[in-house]
């Protein structure tokens, strides 16, 4: 069936660092994506987006970059800080609103 | 900055009985979700509601399960005979039209 993954499930970077996280999706036909981040306790918090006809945006110290050949997705955090210390989501929806999320990946920010 | 509220924040039921998990999307939002999470595991979509309806439910979300819009401002979720496999994080989110925003979850224990 149609899923949506992550590579790694923990990355441990030092801080000051950049942090890639990586998530690859099986379904050609998702038309938008999103990163999410989930701090224990907590619930998702939006990152950032990208719709399927971009292939990179930025945000505040947050890169996605979008690779539709081969359904890859990543998420750059510049200049890791102790409170980038969470559970990272990427999410992919297609022609509607019901996300499908990935697993889940573990960023560990050492002081 | 708005924000989706859920109530309450840990709920404990025996088995069998009724829940009804309380939200308060944002209040220029349109759509309105349920996830879930089991713990260690990935989020999952329940249901997605718009214009006072059902838009889409997953495959989790059987006869058991309900959502009603009773005013202006909340969204519930209701689990009408719990099992023990309905224990999980329950998110709320809403969105306007793009990302949902979710809510800080209701950890629903059924013993």
């Known amino acids: 069936g149609e899923s949506v993954g992550l590579h790694l499930p923990t990355l441990s970077v030092q801080e000051g660092d950049n942090s890639i996280i990586n998530c690859a999706y099986s379904?050609?036909?998702?038309?938008?994506f999103i990163w999410y981040k989930q701090e224990s306790g907590k619930g998702p918090q939006f990152i950032i987006d990208i719709r399927s006809n971009m292939d990179k945006r930025q945000g505040q110290r947050v890169t996605v970059l979008l690779n539709k050949t081969v359904k890859h997705l990543s998420l750059q955090i510049a200049a890791t800080q102790p409170g980038d210390s969470a559970v990272y989501f990427c999410?992919?929806?297609?022609?509607?609103?019901?996300?499908?999320f990935g697993k889940g990946n573990q960023v560990v920010v050492i002081p | 900055e708005p924000e989706v509220t859920q109530t309450p924040s840990h709920q404990v039921t025996q088995m069998g009985q009724e829940v009804i998990l309380r939200c308060v999307p944002i209040s220029n939002h349109l759509y309105f979700y349920w996830y879930r999470q089991i713990l260690g595991q990935k989020v999952e979509f329940l249901v997605s509601?718009?214009?006072?309806?059902?838009?889409?439910k997953s495959e989790i979300f059987d006869d058991q399960f309900s959502v009603e819009r009773p005013d202006g401002s909340n969204f519930t979720l209701k689990i009408r005979s719990t099992k023990l496999e309905d224990s999980a994080m329950y998110f709320c989110?809403?969105?306007?039209?793009?990302?949902?925003?979710f809510g800080q979850g209701t950890r629903l224990t059924v013993v």
């Open positions: 379904n050609s036909a998702s038309d938008y």
């Open positions: 989110a809403s969105s306007e039209a793009g990302e949902p925003f």
């Open positions: 509601f718009y214009n006072n309806e059902i838009s889409e």
């Open positions: 999410a992919e929806t297609y022609g509607n609103n019901r996300l499908a």
